[in-house]
């Protein structure tokens, strides 16, 4: 007898959760939202003994694991990304890729264009989100303390020497913070100095989606490839690379 009541909650959420998913496009969102953050996690679990596999251990080149691990998660979000300007990746040598910040989906239009040999430069506490904080260490990504200037100075200027001795890519965000407004914020000076200390060309990018009224991922309509910053926004996703200054 005591047992109805335990089994009827779940019974219930069940029968809901169907109906919730048709009628209610705010629940949709927040579903996917959990979804992504949940499904990540153990995506970046399953890269873990990968890279280990693959590399010995923190390495660059397991940045492109983790990338073939990731790249369908887009499917379950309904996130279609259109890629364009990759061509103007194919500089050889190191380089910067300077990208706008929307959100914790840029990794997804990250990973649709990310070069050989490159990784991002990520805060500091991302380090300590469980299993994505220890496959991202493994992957090479450069972790900066954004409240300690002289922290992340020492930290660019350690970042700048191993893409010289290395040969790899980082692939910056100037904005140093998200932003979902139509307009980019002032940038912070560390990704040109970290190229200028490379000596390294730039490569303007960017990552972007819409999501409209009522929280629904709604269909892309395409980025168009020019020179600069200028681009059109998307319904759903882009990833726009621009020619290296």
């Not at 109805?4 to 996917?32: A, G, M, N, R």
């Not at 805060?123 to 493994?138: A, N, Q, R």
């Not at 409240?147 to 100037?174: G, H, Y």
Request: with cysteine; charged share 20%; hydrophobic share 40%.
């Amino acid at each position: 007898m005591d047992a109805v009541p335990w089994l009827t909650v779940p019974l219930l959420l069940l029968l809901l959760l169907p109906l919730l998913l048709f009628t209610s496009s705010t629940f949709v969102f927040y579903f996917k939202k959990c979804f992504y953050v949940t499904w990540m996690m153990v995506l970046c679990l399953l890269a873990i003994p990968m890279c280990f596999l693959k590399s010995g251990g923190r390495d660059v080149e397991n940045m492109r694991l983790i990338s073939a691990l990731i790249r369908h998660v887009k499917y379950f979000l309904g996130l279609r990304f259109e890629v364009s300007g990759s061509e103007h990746l194919l500089t050889e040598g190191p380089y910067v890729i300077i990208s706008n910040h929307q959100s914790s989906l840029d990794v997804l239009g990250l990973m649709e264009i990310l070069p050989e040999r490159c990784t991002p430069i990520a805060k500091k506490e991302l380090v300590y989100v469980g299993t994505m904080g220890i496959s991202c260490w493994l992957g090479g990504v450069v972790f900066i303390n954004r409240k300690k200037t002289s922290d992340a100075v020492s930290v660019m200027a350690e970042a700048a020497k191993t893409m010289l001795d290395n040969q790899i890519r980082l692939w910056v965000f100037p904005e140093g913070t998200r932003n979902q407004g139509g307009d980019l914020l002032p940038f912070k000076k560390g990704a040109f100095h970290l190229a200028v200390a490379a000596q390294s060309c730039k490569c303007p990018g960017v990552d972007t989606y819409k999501c409209g009224r009522g929280y629904r991922y709604e269909e892309p309509r395409g980025v168009e490839c020019g020179r600069g910053y200028r681009y059109e926004e998307p319904r759903g996703g882009g990833v726009w690379a621009g020619v290296p200054l």
